[in-house]
T-cell receptor, first 114, second 110 residues
């Protein structure tokens, strides 16, 4: 089975540009999480969805960040406008809805904002 | 709120043991442990549920003391392949979101 798929793997953009990161969770997984990883702050939870509905977006840094999950097989994380401090690796992860269980991470999207 | 991990970094020689600690200010339902190699995604090691559970995975084991809201990861007879950053992830208030600590960088040298 395919794992969690993220795209793009690498993105270099200039400050002020819009960035869209994409994620396809594992089929049948009810939960989807977006994390941001930096050296200083480790793995930060940005937002998570259950059955395509956003449950907790308290980790989203500011209004420049938005996330959607239009269906069970696709989610996007958008940054508009991007800033250099947004440079990080963004991970998407999914899990089943049956009790506690492991998170399956995608390979991550490395974002560099110049 | 992120759980707190200690130490932040540790260097071991092959065959030595290490303990990584994770503590939270919240009542926990579960604790996850993951290992991340440089440039790769975190990989699941184990999950511990409330109830004072202990688990083992080869020579890596962990304990969970729910009263103290703490978990510890034990690596015995370390191997070069154990090198990486270890993250604990905690679930509070039900089995939903997993919040990670800042990680412990472990390096095993020959």
């Amino acid at each position: 089975d395919a794992g969690v798929i993220q795209s793009p793997r690498h993105e270099v953009t200039e400050m002020g540009q819009e960035v869209t990161l994409r994620c396809k969770p594992i089929s049948g997984h009810d939960y989807l999480f977006w994390y941001r990883q930096t050296m200083m702050r480790g793995l930060e939870l940005l937002i998570y969805f259950n059955n395509n509905v956003p449950i907790d977006d308290s980790g989203m840094p500011e209004d420049r960040f938005s996330a959607k999950m239009p269906n069970a097989s696709f989610s996007t994380l958008k940054i508009q406008p991007s800033e250099p401090r947004d440079s990080a690796v963004y991970f998407c992860a999914s899990r089943t809805g049956y009790g506690p269980g492991e998170l399956f991470f995608g390979e991550g999207s490395r974002l560099t904002v110049l | 709120q992120q759980p707190v991990q200690s130490p932040q970094a540790v260097i071991l020689r092959e065959g030595e043991d290490a303990v990584i600690n994770c503590s939270s200010s919240k009542a926990l339902y579960s604790v996850h442990w993951y290992r991340q190699k440089h440039g790769e995604a975190p990989v699941f090691l184990m999950i511990l549920l409330k109830g004072g559970e202990q688990k083992g995975h080869d020579k890596i084991s962990a304990s969970f003391n729910e009263k103290k809201q703490q978990s510890s990861l034990y690596l015995t007879a370390s191997q070069l392949s154990y090198s990486g950053t270890y993250f604990c992830g905690t679930e509070a208030g039900g089995y939903q979101k997993v919040t990670f600590g800042t990680g412990t960088k472990l390096q095993v040298i020959p």
